[in-house]
């Protein structure tokens, strides 16, 4: 929810421009349980990030998606959800055959 508690606008007042509000109360009560961190996210310094070349979240995020096709293994399907998937498709193709589609 959205509230004069979770804005937390005092906080904000007292930490003022500068400061940090990690270690503020309001921060370290909710910070477990209220923060995402994203699996694209870089934690590391940005000496370290240059020293390992520089890697935007759109080259990690290709990187991932690569590596999670690469491993990708399809999920088992029901005997009567495989069959009933083959005749939906069998059926669809003879249905459209000769059909132009792309005009």
Do not use: C
């Not at 509230?3 to 940090?20: Q, R, Y």
Request: charged residues 30%; without cysteine; proline residues 5%.
């Amino acid at each position: 929810p959205i509230n004069d508690e979770t804005l937390a606008l005092d906080m904000i007042d007292l930490v003022g421009p500068g400061g940090h509000h990690l270690g503020t109360p309001h921060t370290q009560a909710r910070y477990a349980t209220e923060f995402y961190q994203s699996f694209l996210m870089d934690r590391q310094g940005f000496q370290t990030w240059q020293e390992r070349g520089s890697e935007d979240t759109a080259v990690r995020a290709n990187k991932i998606w690569k590596e999670l096709l690469k491993t990708y293994e399809p999920p088992e399907l029901e005997t009567a959800v495989s069959d009933e998937l083959a005749a939906f498709v069998e059926r669809r193709t003879r249905e459209l055959e000769g059909v132009e589609l792309y005009t």
